[in-house]
């Protein structure tokens, strides 16, 4: 069975301060998926890793993929009070793009100004 | 281009109970997923259809039950209601067809189930 976990689950940072949320994930697979959720809302795609060695970075946030570690990586920049959301990871267990995702459990992430 | 959209986004349901949620697929998407979130946890997968067959189907009893019409928009039907149904339910419309496309998920606003 799949298992996909995040660390750390709470991130209390100041504005301006970087960090890396991290993303482990128990079977091979390289097709891992980045999302956002602020409460009470559904979930935002940020980012789509597909291969061994996936770089992508949108403004203050950038995704990496590394399948050999199994582990997916979410850096932080410079943070800012808009980034204050939970962020999941997701696997495709199936690396086949059948589009059935295993979620972490998410990182709670709080922006202090 | 409309996006996921599901309904209702509130209810309120009794034990024992029988629900049924609707989600409409955005434009283009054959392929839709349904997701229940316990409240703190992360989104778990209950069963996938694609072009109106159940296309897998995750670790949930088979009172969890489903359907996708030709418009390809899907319900998810639950019987016996417990209490610990309580949950978000999230409908996700994605491409399908397998490893040409990126599998990425687009979501809709989900329903939110309170089961007293």
């Known amino acids: 069975e799949l298992k996909v976990e995040q660390n750390p689950l709470f991130l209390s940072m100041q504005e301006g301060k970087n960090y890396t949320i991290y993303c482990n994930y128990s079977?091979?697979?390289?097709?891992l998926y980045w999302y956002r959720q602020d409460p009470g809302k559904s979930l935002e795609s940020l980012f789509v890793?597909?291969?061994?060695?996936a770089v992508k970075q949108e403004g203050r946030l950038m995704a990496s993929l590394d399948t050999k570690a199994r582990l997916s990586t979410l850096h932080i920049t410079a943070a800012v009070h808009d980034l204050s959301a939970t962020y999941f990871c997701?696997?495709?267990?199936?690396?086949?793009?059948?589009?059935?995702?295993?979620f972490g459990t998410g990182t709670r992430l709080t922006i202090i100004p | 281009e409309t996006g996921v959209t599901q309904s209702p986004t509130h209810l309120i349901k009794t034990r024992g109970q029988q629900v049924t949620l609707r989600c409409s697929s955005q434009s283009g998407h054959n392929t839709v997923s349904w997701y229940q979130q316990a409240l703190g946890q992360g989104p778990q997968f209950i069963f996938q259809?694609?072009?109106?067959?159940?296309?897998g189907r995750g670790n949930f009893p088979p009172r969890f039950s489903g359907l996708q019409f030709p418009n390809y928009s899907s319900e998810l039907n639950v019987n016996a209601l417990e209490l610990d149904d309580s949950a978000l339910y999230l409908c996700a419309s994605s491409l399908g067809g397998g490893t040409g496309n990126t599998g990425e998920l687009f979501f809709g606003e989900g329903s939110r189930l309170t089961v007293l």
């Open positions: 997701a696997v495709d267990g199936t690396n086949f793009g059948n589009e059935k995702l295993t």
């Open positions: 259809y694609y072009r109106e067959e159940e296309n």
């Open positions: 079977t091979t697979s390289d097709r």
């Open positions: 890793l597909l291969s061994n060695g």
